[in-house]
């Protein structure tokens, strides 16, 4: 006579809390999922995760604020050791501000120069990251008359910018990050090269980002 096996009450009750803690995670759950699969074979593969990105930039030289994003932070964590790299996207930020009671437009493109590195305490869900990014400036007017400043009008060097978690930072449904920076010297602007750097470049400049519920990237990045 052929059995009809059943499962056992307390079968029933581990797959219920499986069921409970892939709700819990929600979105995350196929990255982690990912995750432990290589740490049984001794070899932990990075988490991938994708988080929508916008914040605020203050200009101490110009007294003026820049509106970031949206974009997307893109980022590979190794849950093991804590070491973080990522990728940021964000479009190019127009601003305003007025000098010696002008009105003054431009554009800042923010550009990556290698990706973000950084680490996440995997016992407090702190973060903290080092981005080197140039500032490339385009679309200037002064009292609304534009002003050429070809196309290679960037700093010298990349700003480094070194950011911190806010408390309340959640590694999975995002939160805020912010620090301080130094702007460096601007080149090849043509005739506006003096004019820009004296205003924009120098220290105090700060930055928050926001991140939003981090997700699955669509298209994992190799790890």
């Not at 006579?1 to 219920?16: D, E, G, I, Q």
């Not at 932070?73 to 790299?85: F, I, V, Y």
């Amino acid at each position: 006579m052929r059995r009809t096996l059943s499962a056992s009450p307390r079968s029933k009750a581990a797959r219920r809390a499986g069921v409970a803690v892939a709700a819990a995670l929600g979105c995350v759950a196929p990255a982690l999922a990912a995750g432990t699969a290589h740490a049984e074979s001794g070899a932990a593969a990075p988490v991938q995760l994708d988080y929508p990105l916008s914040g605020t930039t203050h200009l101490a030289g110009t007294d003026s604020d820049l509106t970031l994003g949206p974009g997307t932070l893109k980022t590979s964590t190794d849950m093991t050791t804590g070491a973080l790299t990522a990728r940021t996207q964000l479009p190019d930020a127009p601003g305003s501000f007025r000098a010696l009671g002008i009105p003054v437009t431009v554009t800042t493109e923010f550009i990556e120069e290698e990706p973000t590195t950084g680490t996440l305490d995997v016992r407090t869900g702190a973060v903290s990251t080092t981005s080197h990014l140039t500032l490339r400036l385009k679309n200037l007017k002064i009292g609304g008359v534009p002003t050429p400043v070809g196309p290679y009008c960037k700093t010298k060097t990349p700003a480094v910018i070194d950011l911190d978690s806010e408390p309340g930072f959640n590694v999975f449904k995002g939160g805020k990050l912010s620090g301080t920076y130094t702007i460096p010297k601007f080149e090849h602007c043509l005739l506006a090269t003096p004019i820009i750097n004296s205003m924009v470049p120098g220290e105090g400049n700060t930055l928050t980002l926001t991140l939003g519920q981090a997700a699955p990237p669509a298209e994992p990045a190799d790890s």
